[in-house]
């Protein structure tokens, strides 16, 4: 029978530089001797502002034998909450290596509740207008299989495993002065509800779902951006509707919004509604 040492509860350190983190971390940090310490880098190498995790954001932990498979419960380390403070990751407990190897799995953001680690319900938010919106539907995700308990950091690469789209507002020839500041942007006809597998990062649309409209954040006067459920919209139907000044602008379109990557649609619009044209452009992988 293997030896447990009281599991579930680690210091974790979140470096984003791409120089200096190990020094970093031993400066910072004295763990004791076999004490899980993981190092987590996000997507962008630096969440959802894009470019690093911010203070009280918080993840869940999983960690397992090598050779078995994650479960809902008796893992070895069982969605463990850590928070960061603005310089590492803490939870109440800490957390040790037990002997042999271990797969480690790390998701954003944290859910208390988690009723199936194959098929794991998550929602992106309608309204994302709001920073709030717009952040906490961006479902990340990290994995590192088949590590030795040491005393040094284990990386944990995160990755978006949502999809994300980018609308840009330009003016067509007959289009008479500026775009409205209030001018507001939904993508239309997705499902806004995911089933993620917390063992792989896979993500796809719950066909249970219902479709909804999503508000867009305004990134720049003429830049809206929002996240989106994994799926595609194979028949023509409505992609865009632009809400500016008193007329409403709506526009179809056929599109796959793949996982992990930023897809780029431009509208042009004219003074007539009828005479608007959408442009979908090529795929960013990875956000970047």
Known sequence: MKTTRCFLAAAIALFFAACSNENDFEKRYTPEDGEIQLMMVHPNQTRATETSFEESDSIGVYV?????????????????LFTYNGTNWTSLRKVYWNSGRHNVYAYYPY???INDTENYSFTVDTDQSTYTGYTRSDF???AATDVEGS?????MQFAHKMSNVVVTLEKGENFEGNIPEDTEV????????????LSTGDACKDHYAATASIRCRKTSSTTYQAIIVPQSLTSR??????ISGNVSYLVEGKIS????MRHNIV??????????????GGSVNGWN
């Open 257 to 260: 919004y793949v996982q992990g």
């Open 186 to 197: 939904y993508i239309l006809s997705t499902v806004n509800k995911a089933l993620i597998d």
């Open 151 to 155: 005393n040094e950091p284990v990386a």
């Open 64 to 80: 397992t034998e090598s050779e078995a498979n994650l479960q809902l419960a008796g893992n070895e380390v069982n969605n463990e």
């Open 237 to 242: 139907r409505p992609l865009v509707e632009i």
């Open 267 to 280: 509208v042009t619009l004219d003074k007539n509604p009828e005479k608007i044209e959408i442009e979908i």
């Open 140 to 142: 990340l995700w990290a």
């Open 111 to 113: 859910s208390r509740t």
